[in-house]
């Protein structure tokens, strides 16, 4: 059953204030972390390829006690892997993104991450398209 032209452009609206209300949000949660240190990163897969090993040769001589120690091994390798750096913003003493902006202002703000304004370009896009189909 088709909508109505009225349910129809409800749902539009619906969807341009999801998308616009996701992308604020992604914006807000991705500001906050730092990217990940290359260094970090060979370190974490070093450590992981490690205690991989260690828990073969764990399970090839039958000791459960070092493949226990092997699998720690390998989580810590992931978890230092995946650490991310401090962000830049904060360590050259810029201010929190948690300040930067009012709930008013729907667009991006200057100051902030590139990705703030990555996303409303995809949105305005996406919009653009929906408006052109319509």
Not at 44 to 64: E, F, K, S, T
Not at 106 to 123: C, H, K, S
Not at 125 to 133: A, F, I, P, T
Request: net charge neutral; aromatic share 6%.
């Amino acid at each position: 059953m088709p909508l109505s032209e009225q349910e129809q452009k409800l749902l539009d609206e619906m969807e341009r204030s999801l998308y616009h209300n996701d992308a604020d949000f992604v914006s807000a949660v991705g500001a906050g972390r730092g990217r990940l240190s290359y260094s970090s990163l060979v370190l974490g897969v070093l450590l992981a390829i490690v205690g991989l090993a260690v828990v073969i040769v764990g399970v090839v001589i039958h000791i459960p006690l070092i493949g226990i120690l092997g699998f720690a091994v390998m989580f810590t390798g992931v978890l230092v892997a995946l650490r991310p750096t401090k962000s830049l913003g904060r360590m050259r003493g810029g201010s929190s993104p948690s300040g930067a902006g009012s709930a008013g202002t729907p667009g991006p703000q200057r100051g902030t991450a590139n990705r703030a304004g990555f996303m409303d370009r995809l949105n305005d896009r996406w919009d653009d398209r929906n408006d052109k189909n319509e």
